[in-house]
């Protein structure tokens, strides 16, 4: 790893701190308590921007499958991995706060409702690439058939996020944010903003240690091969 790499992950993370603490004291001091659902109503500034780039993590499995499809370089491989688990544990942290706003407000911890249906199909499709990529053999087969079916995924992303304004007649999910803009107060907005930007700079950070991790890992992978390689060639080479 290159000193430059190393200097640009520690002030990504100082400040990506930075702006989380920002973040915090705009959700729970700066922001207005909303007066219908009350305090509980905060969690809508991590619930949106956790939404959205489990979204953006899932383009970016689909974008990457179809280059190492064309390319055939394991780089866009590891890439697609990398983003289909964080995009799954941004994709779990939305069920959850998704859960804990809704319990409250609908009385219940989960509903049928067209956008939580599709964002748990959508969940389980993802949680299956993992589960493909880690139960078949690690191959080029199994990297063509975890592409494929990551590309194939990614049609459950358009569907989810328009999935309100499909079935909006038997949906209960709010719109806050449409064609016409936001429907919130200017310290809602705000307060959004800042922590779609921390969001943003975590999702950053946790995908660049991922790639870093699995680079690391692939490296002790080919430093084993070699060092038995050499072992069995050491053997065949003295005599008995």
């Not at 956790?50 to 064309?70: C, D, P």
């Not at 569907?159 to 803009?181: C, E, Q, Y």
């Not at 950070?205 to 060639?233: G, W």
Request: charged letters at 15%; one cysteine or more.
């Amino acid at each position: 790893m290159s000193k430059h790499s190393t200097w640009f992950d520690a002030v990504l993370s100082g400040l990506t701190l930075v702006v989380m603490l920002m973040s915090f004291y705009a959700i729970f001091i700066y922001a207005p308590v909303e007066k219908t659902m009350g305090a509980v109503q905060k969690i809508f500034y991590l619930h949106l921007p956790l939404a959205m780039l489990s979204f953006v993590a899932f383009f970016i499995v689909f974008v990457t499958s179809i280059i190492y499809l064309y390319a055939r370089t394991s780089r866009w491989d590891m890439w697609a991995y990398c983003a289909a688990e964080v995009g799954v544990i941004f994709c779990t942290l939305v069920l959850i706060t998704g859960s804990i706003w809704a319990r409250p407000i609908w009385n219940v911890w989960w509903t049928w409702d067209p956008r939580l249906t599709t964002l748990l199909i959508l969940w389980c499709m993802y949680v299956a690439y993992l589960l493909l990529r880690k139960l078949l053999p690690d191959s080029s087969n199994t990297s063509n058939i975890a592409a494929v079916f990551g590309i194939i995924s990614f049609i459950n992303v358009p569907l989810t996020f328009f999935a309100i304004r499909m079935w909006r007649w038997r949906t209960i999910h709010p719109v806050v944010i449409d064609s016409k803009g936001a429907h919130i107060s200017s310290p809602m907005l705000y307060t959004l903003l800042i922590s779609f930007a921390a969001m943003t700079l975590f999702f950053v950070l946790l995908f660049r240690l991922r790639i870093r991790v699995e680079r690391s890992q692939h490296l002790c992978h080919e430093l084993q091969f070699l060092a038995e390689k050499h072992r069995m060639t050491s053997q065949k080479e003295t005599p008995r």
